[in-house]
């Protein structure tokens, strides 16, 4: 990524621990075209019908949302924002996703009894 890409932050929300089964099963696709983005959805996991950035099982959601840095680095966006929303930062550590640097992020939200992944 350049300086000037927008920086890509999948959110998933978890009230129910757990993935799916990884039983091999047919997933779901959530689909942005103009992120150039395409991932399988956990297994049992469906993608809204009306919102390709949206998916769900049972209580739990994910959504993908694209997010200036506005100058700032990843780790610091990530405090702020969750920190403004009453959560905190659990953990961080790089990852590759297609062969790209990536950061993912658990964040808790007490008030609200969830945690997120952002990456």
């Known amino acids: 990524m350049t300086k000037s890409s927008p920086t ?16 091999g099963q ?6 942005v075209p103009e992120l150039g983005l395409s991932m399988d959805v956990p297994s049992g996991w469906r993608v809204d019908g009306r919102n390709p950035r ?17 100058g700032k680095a990843f780790a610091e966006h990530v405090r702020r924002l969750s920190e403004a929303q009453g959560g905190r ?4 550590k790089p990852l590759a996703i ?8 658990v964040i ?3 008030t ?5 992944i952002k990456v």
């Open 54 to 70: 949206l998916c769900a099982k049972g209580d739990s959601t994910g959504v993908v949302m694209d997010e200036p840095l506005e």
């Open 108 to 110: 808790e939200y007490p």
């Open 112 to 116: 609200a009894d969830s945690k997120s």
């Open 26 to 31: 047919d997933r779901a696709r959530m689909q």
């Open 98 to 105: 297609s062969g790209c640097d990536a950061i993912q992020a």
């Open 8 to 23: 890509l932050i999948m959110i998933f929300a978890f009230t129910v621990t757990g993935c799916g089964s990884g039983d």
């Open 89 to 92: 930062v659990l953990s961080s």
